[in-house]
């Protein structure tokens, strides 16, 4: 219901319209023709090709898009939010930094602070690992909750939101752009740690949301990445592509960690199922369904979990299931 209320009106559409749905007529000039000669420019090849589906599947999704191809191969980008751009600037540039320089002074100053270089190492991981499950409630949150008009927030609703129409264009952002609001947000959220929490205690925020600034790459085809990136996929350290396609199909109801990904397999599986108990609390206390119910088996698995009302399967409010 939300994704109606998002201003797809304001969709940028570059070049002439190439692409016709129904007849899926893609043109694909310039698209990569290379054939693989090695199994690792195979797998390359495979992940680009999943990732190229996914991105014609969310067309699907919305039939006001028209983007072309470019000269790589890759759509065109669309924009989905009012006053958005993919224009850099300084200023993105100098939040950006200075959201890096913070971070790492504030947990320079907990090793200094500290007698013992446990507590920071401790509260950096713990940050590290808290960044993870972050990273996972705030897509939860913003994928199935809010629009544009949401107080606060409302933006990130609607990027989240829109980002699901047309996931390419995060892969034509610099890295300023795509993460300087983000970077701005980690400023006075380090001071209130700062002022706060001791010192491992603040270097633990500090690395907790600094660490929402690395999810981008995942939409970049792994063959137009440098090797060492495609290495820190491989090792699990960043995102691996797959894994965030997994997450890129309606209803967009798991998968939600960006980070690196390794806590969803616990978290989406029985008995944890923590985004459809989260959705079961909400649904208990104001009565609110996420977007991710538009589906009947999910919102069906949420009210059969606690903490859904005992009474919510006999209130009639169960649509047929899939
Ligand atoms: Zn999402
Ligand atoms: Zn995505």
């Not at 606060?152 to 752009?177: D, E, K, Y």
Request: proline share 9%; with cysteine.
């Amino acid at each position: 219901m939300f994704c109606a209320a998002l201003p797809l009106a304001a969709a940028i559409v570059r070049g002439p319209p190439i692409l016709r749905y129904g007849s899926a007529a893609i043109d694909t000039r310039g698209a990569p023709s290379l054939i693989a000669p090695s199994s690792v420019a195979s797998a390359l090849e495979g992940t680009d090709s999943a990732l190229d589906s996914m991105d014609l599947a969310a067309l699907a999704l919305d039939g006001s898009f028209r983007p072309t191809r470019g000269p790589d191969g890759r759509l065109e980008p669309v924009l989905t939010l009012p006053g958005d751009s993919l224009e850099t600037t300084p200023p993105m540039g100098a939040v950006t930094v200075s959201s890096t320089a913070a971070t790492l002074g504030v947990v320079a100053l907990a090793f200094v602070r500290s007698g013992s270089p446990l507590p920071p190492l401790l509260g950096v991981a713990a940050g590290a690992l808290l960044g993870e499950l972050f990273s996972g409630a705030f897509h939860w949150a913003t994928d199935n909750y809010g629009r544009l008009e949401t107080p606060v927030v409302g933006f990130a609703c609607a990027a989240f939101q829109g980002h699901h129409l047309a996931p390419w264009t995060i892969s034509h952002r610099s890295v300023f752009n795509n993460v300087y609001k983000i970077a701005g947000a980690t400023l006075p959220l380090l001071g209130l740690g700062l002022a706060l929490l001791p010192p491992s205690g603040a270097a633990c925020v500090a690395v907790m949301f600094y660490l929402q600034l690395v999810a981008q790459e995942s939409h970049t085809p792994p063959s137009k990445l440098p090797e060492w990136k495609r290495r820190l996929q491989r090792a699990g350290v960043a995102l691996p592509v797959p894994e965030h396609i997994a997450h890129h199909k309606p209803p967009f109801d798991k998968h939600y960690c960006i980070l690196t990904g390794r806590l969803n397999r616990v978290l989406d599986s029985e008995p944890v199922l923590l985004w459809r108990r989260l959705e079961a609390l909400v649904y208990r206390v104001n009565g609110q369904e996420p977007l991710s119910w538009k589906s009947d088996k999910v919102r069906a698995l949420a009210l059969s979990l606690w903490p859904a009302r005992r009474d919510a399967a006999g209130q009639g409010k169960f649509r047929d299931s899939e």
